[in-house]
């Protein structure tokens, strides 16, 4: 049997297409990443409310979102055994705890520890979120969906957001926890495959078509999340010290909190692009491109901060941040049906996010100021790129399909 090319990847419909498991896998995901989002505001005012120095809020922070990352590692090992909603009922309610706790218990040691378990709450939660999202026969249009969602949830964080307490914060962030558990009926129980194989319809000579079965090795997996840990490493730094390294610096502080909302909104233009793009020119050859766009708007930064400069980085950051989300989880779903992969991606992140913060306050603290924060940022995402570049060879020579797949 002769055939003319490596083939397409087949895409099968299953229950996790029907809009209400979409619906509330999305909802989940933009729950499991509020803090994340709402990082410049909630940094802000563990400073101002409660005295934290710049480096606690570091590694307050990280604490958050490695329990991100912790949650997620436990969700791999769960979310393709047990039943999925009531393992959503006890990472909610480990995640609404440990937040209303925080309003009584406000020291820096306590904080840290409760911000660790929220997390932890919060990573379970994403991760089984992700997985559901990921169950789409289309991974890039179900994960664009979300992202397009995300864009606006993220404007309505940082608009109102700034007018809470640290209180209110706590109280806001338990409560998209509670309103998620009144639609869990919603949620599908199961995975609809538990394989690393993929389906490739193959065309002959003869131009009639047969469905093959590929076995996808296990590193493509694990190069994707070691790609996105070094991605968010990038983002969790920026996102934590780009409000406060405008501080003393020739842009406008208000200038620069206006922008935080409106760079928001560019996401959408991301979410647009990541899905016409892909289905044209695949996944892998536009992720390489954009995280070298991302490296180069960051290094902007190193050689002054203006209010226009500062605006373009926040707006074309926000657009590289929503790109590369949607063909990183797409890249993982495409491959793994279970979700367990899938699934880790908020450990991915929360690892990176954690990471960022952490030596990025280890910089500051060295004395190499925001321009050194700035260059940890485009070093992480070069690296992701050379990771992302090794396994596309790699797919190319050895499943082509899976290689330009969309």
Partial sequence: MNTTSGGALVHRKTEFDDWRSLTIGIYMALTGYALMVGLPVISSSWVNNLGFSEVQVGFVTSADLFGLAIGAVIAFFVVAKYDRRHLTIAAASVAIGANLLCIYFQSYEVTFWLRLAAGMGAGVYTGIAVATIGGHSRPAFAFGMELFAFAFSQAAELKFLPYLSIEGL??????????????????????????????????????????????????????????????????????????????????????????????????????????????????????????????????????????????FSMFAFNFCWIFVDIYQAATIANVDRSGRYVSLLPAAQGLGNGLGPAIAASVLAWGFGYNGVFILCAMASITAMLVYLYMYLMLKRNIPALADAS
């Fill in 170 to 311: 706590y109280i806001t962030f338990a409560m998209t926890f509670v309103v998620g558990l009144l639609f869990i009926s919603w949620l599908p129980r199961r995975p609809a495959d538990s394989s690393l194989d993929i389906e490739v319809d193959v065309e002959e000579q003869e131009g009639e078509h047969h469905v093959e079965h590929r076995h996808v090795p296990a590193y493509v997996p694990w190069l994707v999340l070691t790609a996105v840990a070094f991605t968010y490493i990038s983002i969790g730094a920026y996102w934590t010290y780009i409000e406060l390294a405008t501080v003393d610096s020739a842009a406008s502080p208000e200038w620069v909190a206006d922008m935080l909302v409106y760079t928001s909104f560019f996401s959408l233009i991301g979410c647009l692009f990541a899905v016409l793009l892909s289905n044209r020119y695949g996944l892998s050859k536009p992720l390489l491109v954009t995280l070298v766009f991302q490296a180069s708007i960051v290094l902007m930064l190193v050689f002054g901060i203006t209010d226009y400069r500062v605006a």
